[in-house]
Nanobody
Framework: QVQLVESGGGLVQPGGSLRLSCAAS????????WNWYRQAPGKERELVATVTNSGSTYYADSVKGRFTISRDNAKNTVYLQMNSLKPEDAAVYIC???????????????WGQGTQVTVSS
């Protein structure tokens, strides 16, 4: 019953900021890689940001310099700080975690259900 729950989405004006959170809950497991995706109407899912277990990060070119991904391993939570938001950033933001329930279990992907981000005046 492991699940990921996103929060922090909402309506923000262009140029504003928003901080998304995604927390893993349920059976105990460890997480190696966190990803944030987004999907806008009529568009395919896009990888926005990644943070590895070692702390390495990746950002899509469209969000570099504006978004920051971070993780709190003790809380099994990942964050996405979004600054200088643009209308084209509007989408459902979805987190994904690669995790395992035990040290001997295979790594599997867990997906959140998404949180809506709307950027509009």
């Amino acid at each position: 019953q492991v699940q990921l729950v996103e929060s922090g989405g909402g309506l923000v004006q262009p140029g504003g900021s928003l901080r998304l959170s995604c927390a893993a809950s349920g059976s105990f497991f460890s997480i190696s890689i966190w990803n944030w995706y987004r999907q806008a109407p009529g568009k395919e899912r896009e990888l926005v940001a990644t943070v590895t277990n070692s702390g390495s990060t990746y950002y899509a070119d469209s969000v570099k310099g504006r978004f920051t991904i971070s993780r709190d391993n003790a809380k099994n939570t990942v964050y996405l700080q979004m600054n200088s938001l643009k209308p084209e950033d509007a989408a459902v933001y979805i987190c994904k975690a690669a995790g395992r329930t035990t040290a001997w279990s295979p790594w599997v992907d867990y997906w959140g259900q998404g949180t809506q981000v709307t950027v509009s005046s």
